[in-house]
């Protein structure tokens, strides 16, 4: 099963990390998959329901819900994992083979190979140096493929992971820089 982690500091105390980390509504400037807003694969997220460790989180396309996350372990303000449990097959399939079909004109029925992954996704907080009020962040992410054909994707996928892990991690911090520990 490939997956990656990646490690990074924050200048911002835990409590606005774990602050900023826990609200879904903010995740966009951050969770950035080379740009899905454009690739037409979301790029809002919102709670859809429930609280702490209830939680399910949205990836919207505008008002169209793409994709579903549930919590799986919460520990404030320590731990929280997700995984990608739903996918809306017609909104899925209308983004990704819009976006396939710009950018790789010709290739552009690829979306069930996405829709038979299982995404495990954890986020760590814990304190860094006291005296600087840093925090540790660690972004852990793996992938299942169910797909009986899934083995085909291998090959490229931990690297790929790798690579959205490093976005995701300088994402958060620009994100923290631009507008402050505590915003």
Known sequence: MPSAKEQFTVLAPPPAVWRRITDF???GP???????????????FARIDGE???ARVGMFNGQELVQVFETTDYLPPER???RLKEWNVDAADRAITSFRKETHPGRHRWYAAWLSEQWDFSIQV?????TKATTTVTLECSIEFT??????LLPGAESWIVRMLRRFSQGFVASVEK?????
């Open 25 to 27: 509504s903010r995740w």
């Open 80 to 82: 929280l994992k997700l």
């Open 147 to 152: 797909h009986p054909l899934g083995f085909l």
């Open 179 to 183: 507008e402050g520990p505590d915003a």
């Open 126 to 130: 814990a304190p860094g140096d006291v």
């Open 30 to 44: 951050w969770m950035v998959i080379e740009d899905p807003a454009a690739a037409g694969m979301g790029g809002q």
């Open 52 to 54: 702490g460790s209830t």
